[in-house]
């Protein structure tokens, strides 16, 4: 039996249709560059059943509301085109986000209060198979001089076994290089009209 390394991994996500079922996201078309990244297999809320009994020991419980929870970085850097959506984008969309598309200019992210999307995340760790299915997250923004800013995200999916499958082969062309934060590429900041030298957000 071969050890599995941690370090050979695989994330793909995808908008899914209808909650909870796998929009099924290939490698050629919904990688996922990442870093810095965790994975909580299995998480859940455990009921003691409290049945009454004769002898001494241990009692069983229940697991309820079981869920995967995965969390990573993705650098800070948009499609390389004016008013091309960013591949990171989908996960945006997962975190109640709406995608709003002013064609040739840009691509914005505004919350949403109603309808929220969700996101099916396949993460495969040296041929092992991990789905997060239904799943829904958010973010922070990571900036810091001198450094690379990322989007940190945190998703919790539903749970499903994981099983044994061939790491897909992927494409990554889409994602562009990060400029990192420093006083030649970020000189200037300002929060509601005040300005001030930035340090970290």
């Not at 209808?18 to 297999?41: C, H, W």
């Not at 948009?78 to 995608?99: D, F, I, K, Y």
């Not at 495969?124 to 299915?133: F, M, Q, S, T, V």
Request: aromatic share 6%; charged share 20%.
């Amino acid at each position: 039996m071969q050890p599995m390394k941690f370090r050979k991994k695989v994330v793909l996500a995808k908008i899914e249709s209808t909650y909870g079922t796998d929009a099924a996201p290939t490698g050629a078309e919904n990688a996922i560059q990442l870093s810095d990244v965790a994975i909580t297999p299995m998480e859940a809320q455990m009921i003691q059943r409290g049945i009454v009994r004769p002898t001494l020991g241990a009692e069983g419980s229940i697991a309820v509301g079981i869920h995967v929870i995965l969390e990573f970085a993705v650098e800070v850097a948009g499609s390389g085109t004016a008013g091309e959506v960013p591949p990171w984008g989908v996960l945006m969309r997962g975190c109640g986000m709406a995608e709003v598309m002013d064609p040739d200019t840009e691509v914005r992210y505004l919350p949403v209060s109603d309808d929220e999307e969700s996101v099916s995340i396949l993460f495969n760790i040296d041929g092992n198979k991990h789905a997060l299915l239904g799943a829904r997250g958010n973010f922070t923004l990571d900036l810091e001089s001198p450094g690379i800013p990322r989007w940190r995200y945190r998703f919790v999916g539903l749970w499903s076994d994981p099983i044994s499958a061939p790491m897909p082969s992927i494409d990554l062309s889409a994602w562009q290089a990060a400029m990192a934060v420093s006083n030649a590429n970020t000189p200037t900041f300002s929060l509601h009209g005040y300005e001030a030298v930035m340090k970290r957000i």
